[in-house]
């Protein structure tokens, strides 16, 4: 059962119910440019990862904005996406069991679909799939460039990889995977920078490795929003995965860049807004949003444009602000908007985004693979 | 839209697909009966908290085990609770904004409909939704008994909104909503017992305020699973709102009785069901199970019968296990069950429940309420 939504298109934002997602549109749209714009006349490709919006309206609106398609890490996103009409798909992560191989075969009649693998387990079953249902696979070998999560350890045992993919019935070696993922959080801008080089480093040995054995390596692949600018200027990737840049987490807005400055090139369009449901004393307001409407693995939120209120603990369905200002006028019924610490696992609670422009709802756009863990 | 069931009637366990939510239907029913056997004689009600299952069906095994209904937190639950045939819902919670307020009136043309207030701005409101749909609510005054959350202050401030309940047209005072939450997590048995006997302080210090003002209090309502037996012993209260019990968060496993020895008197019954998709050394072993599959706020989830290998860290998509026994067999697409750190706000995520008994599937329940956020 899919909740109702908790505004109607040309309401007021003041009477959208709460607790509720809302996507700042013009911000939205200012993101998509600026990204465009980041990476217009580079000749490299943008491919954002849709596991941040779950959304194929979202997903569209970035191949508007010269993106080739998106990136997901579950087979079921990658449905719901095409099913929404995003023509091409690449699941960034391994796929494991009959039933999901299956599923991302049957998807590649219906559009371009790729995936990729760190193991012989994962070739043979995409191979098998790939045959059953009569297609062809675009298969990238994930190298582990410093995440230290999944991935093949990069030069030799990639090339070998590679090899088994290019030789699998059903699948043609697409090139490499090689997201950092344990950089983009990183605060300070020369540890990313080196953090980039080090995964570079790997890249580059791997596609050493493939050119000795003779196997074409057509695209790397990989990047976040915190990255993103070392991998598109290393020489060496040639797809970015970016995708927190649609949105921005709050933690996002703690990195810094060269000049030791907060790095704004993006700007927070993502929001839950939450009402005040109590205030039992004057330095403490409850909220109507906590851990079901938040998710807190990477910090509190902020609550947006009042920089002396705080958000200092969720519980399941409260948040307690602490007040410096015993004064300061937060009545009951009284909204307000908070920045989420992490966008992607609060954008996972919710079923619709609610579309702001001008102080208005103009947009209910469900969040089709919300959920979507096949 | 609602995601795909993981899972087929029938089915062995080991064909579930992941992640899945699973009940083990076995430990399920022990702590339906063995929560009968705390409270049989004892003369006091139970009404657990149905936000931690969200599922009608759980409501209603609730109560074929004695419970006289169930409580919520949001009127949207209640709403999933009575419409999957629950007669009697407390939403143990402040409502605040017409279009809540209205909806928890008219519900109450449906079933027995209570809530709880902390400021006179509640009492006008649902007095008027009240009078609008032509019902009488059961109204409850919330006291901080030292959460530090919603909840005016014990004794005379209490009472005076009491009286203004009381008076209020289509309302009618039901007694006190007294939920110490602060102190369910306590490791310490004393440190429990402690914080119990002070709220308990200040309950009786509201009755007497209330009996001085001639108002008459049928109902102390509270209790977690972590402290339910000294409410229960206290005298005072008479309806035990503990919830967790049903499927034990493994943080409530590392609370301690008065032997200093970890509780026992419940069983972990609710577990995420996930799977190797990833190996990339001895020591490392991933998981399809992370950020959008467990909830990490009151820490990683255990892994069930393997004190060996530690779930070290979640991503959005993927968990890492850290493996001591490099040559432990851990191999791709092997599955294991995980006990979430904490089980409300993961059961959130899901859609369904994959109920398992002799290692095989017997059930699929919807989580009607999953992501009922309004």
Redesign the interface.
């Known amino acids: ?4 939504p ?1 505004a109607e298109i040309g309401m007021p934002l003041e009477k959208v ?4 997602l809302l996507v700042d549109l013009d911000a939205l749209e200012r993101n998509l440019r600026c990204m465009a714009d980041a990476v217009a006349g580079t000749g490299l490709k943008l491919r954002p990862h849709a ?1 941040t919006h779950k959304s194929p309206v979202i997903g569209l609106l970035q191949m508007a904005h010269g993106a080739v398609g998106v990136c997901c ?2 087979v ?1 996103e990658a449905e ?1 996406m095409v099913l929404g009409g995003v023509p091409d798909v690449y699941v960034s ?5 009959a ?2 191989l299956a599923r991302l075969a049957a998807l590649a009649r219906q559009a371009r679909v790729a995936t990729c693998v ?2 012989p ?2 070739v043979r079953g995409l191979s098998e799939a790939a045959q059953a249902f009569g297609v062809e696979l675009r298969v990238l070998v994930e190298i ?1 460039v410093g995440a ?6 990069p030069g030799a045992p990639a090339a070998a990889l590679a090899r088994q993919v290019a030789e699998a019935p059903g699948l043609r070696f697409g090139g490499l995977q090689a997201y950092q ?1 344990a950089s983009q959080h990183l605060r300070g801008h020369a540890e990313r920078r080196e953090a980039i080089q080090a995964a570079v480093a790997k890249v580059l040995e791997t596609k050493e490795a493939l050119e000795r054995a003779g196997i074409p390596c057509e695209c790397v692949t990989g990047a976040g929003t915190g990255t993103f600018t070392f991998e598109r200027d290393s020489g060496v990737y040639n797809e970015l995965q970016a995708g927190s840049y649609i949105f921005m987490d709050s933690d996002y807005g703690k990195n810094l860049d060269a000049d030791g400055q907060p790095v704004r090139t993006f700007e927070h369009s993502l929001f839950v807004y939450a ?6 004393t004057p330095e ?1 307001v ?1 909220l ?2 906590g ?3 938040l ?3 990477s910090g509190m939120p902020v609550v947006d444009g009042m920089p002396d209120v705080v958000y200092a603990r ?5 948040g ?1 602000l602490e007040l410096s200002d015993p004064k300061r006028p937060l ?3 009284d909204k307000l908007r908070l920045i989420p610490g ?1 966008c ?2 609060t954008v ?4 619709w985004y609610v579309g702001v422009r001008n102080g208005r709802v103009e947009a209910l756009w ?1 969040i ?1 693979a ?5």
Chains 1, 2 share one sequence.
Not at 1 to 4: A, G, Q
Not at 17 to 20: E, K, S
Not at 148 to 153: E, K, M, P, Y
Not at 348 to 351: I, L, S, T, W
């Open positions: 059962m899919t909740n109702r908790p119910d709460t607790p509720a596991k890490q579950k079921s719901a992560n391994e796929i494991v069991g039933p999901k760190d193991d387990v994962h582990d230290n999560r999944c991935g093949v350890a993922g009402t005040v449901m109590s205030r039992p403490r409850i109507d949003a851990l079901k409407a998710s807190v693995d969720a519980s399941d369905e409260h307690r009545a009951l019924g992490h992607d696992p996972n609670m919710y079923d469900p089709t919300r959920g979507a863990l096949l």
